[in-house]
DNA sequence: TCTGGGGTCCTAGGACCC
DNA sequence: TCTGGGGTCCTAGGACCC
């Protein structure tokens, strides 16, 4: 069989959800650029949202770290500038980069809203030299749309989003398995994609400390202490992987999920649910718009103490009703609470099929024609007014927002952890 | 003014069936 | 009548990613 050596690109944003509020904010006329002083974008700490979720590189040299407070991060910088999170401007700049990259090559992953995998396998003919048009696309994104990427270039995913995340900002690098034992194997272990906040300590108990020492380490004593996520990292660390760069879509998505931080404490099962029925209202609108049904409906609180909690049920029929689910979400509430004081609650779905085939039960009531077409109708007015233009009254006067989540009325395709 | 939100996959124990 | 095991499904929790 012929093997045929595949060039796989990654593309990472540089400080994504900085720079496109720095860029954004250049377009409308401010004179300084966020991205050259010590800056980060953040929730608020009055709706107990207050973390850091992207830091400018000014700011990482005071060592402030992605998803710390911002009380935190203003004690190693009192100068920090700190900025809201626009959602939607993020979903803008990444599709306008996206837009750029199906230029090149129509095999692109979105791998989340800030990075991408394209492949340029067999495609020599077009492109003969992969730095060149690394740096190609890395100039015109900057020149264009204003802000800048770095580039990896290897001959599989996961070396190549190692590469990327070399010296940065904007710049191209290789790393294909020849350059290895140099580029790579000096790095610390927690260096590599899938080596965490856990598996880092335990890594560092059988005395590996750099991606090298896990590369050379003896397998089986990693398969039997880590099971298979030790033979997934140990491949990873020698470089091999060869999953393919797969087009993401709704129709492979495994589950979605809602879920939000109060910002005050619920502390009555009637507050509870309204926020629960808010929650199911996106998924609900999420399901029908990616046409599919769920058959198991989770719920998840976490008490003003941090402490996580969370129960599941599966239905017998598939459902995309908002009210089903609801309905589903309060029950599985009312049997996981135990009173206590709660921070932040979530629904999730998952195991969803296509809702062409929708299977009754014989156990469960059909929902109602009437119910479906009230989604329906209610689904329409929302995508075309917006999510608010419709409010079941029980949130009138509430104090809770109706709908939590937004609407995406957009493409964007949902993000990975996995290659 | 302390600690978000949205995904995927894995594991371990118990139920249940043969 | 001294305690089997294999398989599958369900559930809760945890690990990782961005």
């Known amino acids: ?210 991606i090298g020492d896990l590369a050379n380490y003896d397998i089986n004593i990693l398969k039997e202490k880590l099971k298979s996520h030790g033979l997934m990292i140990w491949n990873y660390a020698n470089g091999i992987e060869d999953s393919k760069v797969k087009k993401s879509n709704f129709i492979n998505m495994k589950g979605m999920g809602n879920s939000t931080t109060t910002s005050f404490d619920i502390e009555d099962r009637k507050t509870a649910h309204m926020v629960l029925l808010s929650l199911c209202e996106t998924i609900g609108m999420r399901l029908r718009n990616s046409h599919n049904c769920c058959k198991l409906v989770s719920v998840s609180i976490k008490d003003s103490n941090f402490f996580h909690s969370s129960k599941q049920r599966k239905f017998y029929c598939a459902t995309d009703s908002t009210n089903s689910i609801a309905k589903d979400a309060y029950e599985l509430f009312d049997e996981l609470w135990q009173g206590k004081p709660i921070r932040h609650l979530g629904v999730s779905v998952s195991e969803l099929c296509s809702n062409e085939f929708n299977q009754l039960s014989l156990f469960q009531t059909k929902i109602s024609d009437k119910e479906k077409a009230l989604d329906t109708a209610i689904d329409s007015i929302r995508m075309k007014y917006g999510s608010n233009s419709i409010v079941r009254a029980a949130f009138l006067h509430s104090g809770v927002k109706p709908v939590n989540g937004g609407v995406s009325t957009d493409d964007y395709p949902p993000m990975s952890s996995i290659l």
């Not at 060039?7 to 966020?34: M, P, R």
């Not at 009055?46 to 710390?68: C, D, F, M, V, W």
């Open 1 to 210: 069989m012929k093997c045929t050596k595949r060039i796989i690109f990654h593309i990472d944003v540089n400080s994504a959800y900085l720079s496109w509020t720095a860029v954004d904010k250049l377009q409308h006329g401010e004179n300084i650029d966020l991205r050259e002083f010590p800056s980060a974008v953040g929730g608020d700490p009055l709706s107990r949202h207050g973390i850091i979720l992207a830091k400018s590189i000014p700011a990482k040299k005071y060592n402030i770290q992605t998803g710390e407070s911002i009380f935190s991060a203003k004690q190693k910088c009192p100068e920090l500038i700190i900025v809201p999170p626009r959602y939607e401007l993020y979903i803008r700049c990444s599709n306008a980069l996206v837009d750029i990259l199906k230029e090149y090559t129509p095999v692109i992953q979105r791998f989340s809203v800030d990075e991408c995998f394209l492949d340029f396998t067999n495609m020599e003919n077009i492109y003969d030299d992969p730095v060149v048009l690394a740096n190609t696309i890395k100039d015109r994104v900057k020149k264009e749309l204003g802000f800048t990427v770095n580039i990896g270039i290897s001959s599989n995913k996961l070396l190549a989003k190692v590469a990327s995340d070399f010296k940065k900002p904007d710049r191209v690098h290789t790393l294909f398995p020849n350059e290895i034992s140099k580029k790579m194997w000096p790095l610390p272990v927690e260096d590599l994609f899938m080596v965490g906040r856990a598996t880092a300590p335990k890594l560092h108990k059988l005395n590996i400390f750099t």
